[in-house]
């Protein structure tokens, strides 16, 4: 094949690989492990991951994007090289043309040091797509049609709403406050209410496990281990899912926030296609119980979680790749 495409979803906690009639290939964390003896790269994806919070001295992991953008570019061009080649069959050797996701509130700046990461890592070509398209068209919506549909893609770093039509957006908005954000959140409030110490993976054990948008009549409930602040000792407290509601309701209205901000930017003629098409919301933020019946309850717009998720921006990536001539014209970025 002498024409490659790949796909990329470049997220701030996971970066997920799509291929042409292959689908998602990868799916690993947005992380780096480098040794401080020499600067060099140890491991990448999964296998850093592993390593967090276990570390010598000699080793740190990174997270070379923050808040959807790069923060450590040479750490970022290694760890794209490193999905680039493991997407790319061995024996082939010509570069692939690449389709990168970016947020939707990205500067130019941010935007070019994207494109040259790809390209340094092995690109032919870089096409740059707004998340919040992508995420649209993962999740089945017909952007290319002239009624308004709006799209929340809540990620690890960022948060994206926008309003799409006729193939492009016509107002949008980006919070840097996602996933991330939310976990720390826990850690915080776990630490000052019941003086113990949990590290992030746990974090979002805990909001995976238990965490919801809104409180529950019937609460949910968890052990979770962790040091204890006083003895400094291992300990075992009891959380329920009310406490974590209140940990990240500060967060959930900010994202709430932004979404009333775009819809009171929007025509009136979109805002009645979006009262009746609902919000669909994306994202591993969308994985949140009830993060659908807080949008609905606070904005009076229905809601509803797109199929898979997770999955939404790389799916899109996979349409735009089938397409590519087609979107070249309104939504990508080229060099």
Do not use: W
Not at 316 to 327: A, I
Request: overall charge neutral; hydrophobic content about 40%.
């Amino acid at each position: 094949m002498f024409n490659r495409k790949i796909g990329i979803d470049l997220g701030t906690t996971n970066t997920l690989v799509f291929l042409p009639n292959k689908g998602i290939v990868i799916r690993e964390p947005s992380a780096v492990a480098i040794s401080v003896l020499d600067n060099s790269i140890m491991a990448v994806g999964d296998q850093a991951k592993e390593m967090v919070g276990r570390t010598p001295d000699s080793i740190i992991v990174s997270r070379p994007l923050k808040e959807g953008v790069i923060a450590d570019y040479r750490v970022t061009e290694a760890m794209l090289r490193y999905f680039i080649k493991k997407a790319s069959s061995s024996f082939n050797i010509f570069k692939p043309e690449v389709l990168v996701s970016i947020p939707a509130g990205i500067t130019s700046t941010e935007r070019r040091a994207v494109i040259e990461a790809t390209i340094n890592a092995g690109a032919r070509s870089v096409y740059l797509v707004k998340e919040p398209v992508l995420a649209a068209i993962g999740a089945g919506i017909s952007i290319n049609s002239p009624s308004g549909n709006m799209i929340l893609n809540i990620g690890g770093g960022t948060t994206e709403i926008a309003v799409v039509s006729l193939g492009g957006i016509v107002t949008s908005s980006s919070a840097r406050i996602g996933g991330n954000r939310i976990d720390q959140a826990i850690v915080d409030y776990i630490k000052k209410h019941h003086g113990l110490a949990i590290g992030d993976r746990t974090a979002e054990l805990i909001k995976i496990a238990i965490g919801s948008a809104v409180k529950q009549t019937q609460e949910e409930r968890i052990n979770i281990r962790g040091r204890d602040l006083t003895s400094g000792y291992p300990k075992i407290v009891e959380i329920t899912s009310n406490e974590i509601t209140e940990a990240i309701q500060e967060q959930l209205q900010e994202i709430i926030q932004t979404v009333k901000n775009v819809l009171q930017d929007t025509p009136p003629e979109l805002c009645s296609d979006i009262m009746d098409k609902g919000i669909m919301i994306s994202g591993g933020g969308a994985l949140i119980k009830n993060i659908d019946t807080l949008v609905t309850r606070v904005t009076g717009v229905p809601a509803q979680i797109a199929d898979e998720p997770l999955l939404c921006v790389a799916k899109g990536t996979g349409v735009v790749l089938d397409s590519l001539d087609v979107y070249k014209r309104n939504i990508v970025s080229k060099k």
